[in-house]
């Protein structure tokens, strides 16, 4: 198993610019999640998932969309991009919302 | 929503010193989870601990769901132990969001 996947790495983008961010996981795990993190900070919930086709906001949802079309893959929307959107994103996934979470490698995004 | 906070957020200690870190949170909770994420940013998960007491080698976690916190214990420490240990949780209740502390950043020097 791969486990959970992101792609890209890193990523430079100029303001206004917009990208997706993508995860996919291959544990059959039903619901899943993007964090951002700040420098020096902890992980605040961007939006999650409980299955395929059901999305719902975190705790920082603004400026970013989401989409679940499969079980495996949650991709990541950023239309407009801005300098406050710096960040590293995780994607994690897990059974159920009381189950084992598990991480991504991470995508390290910069807004010039 | 559910406070999460963990202690001490700094910790220096010198290899082979053991360690606790603790999180406590403000309501009951389903799940609670222990990550160490590495000075390469990656997040390594260490205990799924909801309750009870676990151990993994030198590091083991301990719930005490009734009084709301959990304590990791970190023995004969490494440089490899070196970073920032989350604590998480989900708080009964429904809304499957998980909450993360602020990290408890540990520096072990050789």
């Known amino acids: 198993n791969a486990g959970v996947t992101q792609t890209p790495k890193f990523r430079i983008l100029k303001i206004g610019q917009s990208m997706t961010l993508q995860c996919a996981q291959d544990?059959?795990?039903?619901?899943m999640y993007w964090y951002r993190q700040d420098p020096g900070m902890g992980l605040k919930l961007i939006y999650y998932?409980?299955?395929?086709?059901?999305?719902d906001k975190g705790e920082v949802p603004n400026g970013y969309n989401v989409s679940r079309s499969t079980t495996e893959d949650f991709p990541l929307r950023l239309e407009l991009a801005a300098p406050s959107q710096t960040s590293v994103y995780f994607c994690a996934s897990s059974y159920s919302g009381y189950n084992e979470q598990f991480f991504g490698p991470g995508t390290r995004l910069t807004v010039l | 929503g559910i406070q999460v906070e963990q202690s001490p957020p700094d910790l220096i200690l010198q290899e082979g010193a053991n360690s606790t870190l603790r999180c406590n949170f403000s309501d009951s909770v389903n799940n609670l989870q222990w990550f160490h994420q590495n000075p390469w940013g990656q997040l390594i998960n260490l205990f799924y601990?909801?309750?009870g007491t676990k151990q993994n080698g030198r590091l083991s976690a301990t719930t005490v769901a009734t009084e709301r916190y959990s304590l990791l214990y970190i023995s004969s420490s490494q440089t490899t132990d070196s970073g920032v240990y989350f604590c998480a949780v989900v708080a009964s209740g429904g809304s499957y969001i998980p909450t993360f502390g602020r990290g408890t950043s540990l520096i072990v020097h050789p």
């Open positions: 601990i909801p309750s």
């Open positions: 544990m059959n795990h039903n619901y």
């Open positions: 998932s409980v299955g395929a086709g059901i999305t």
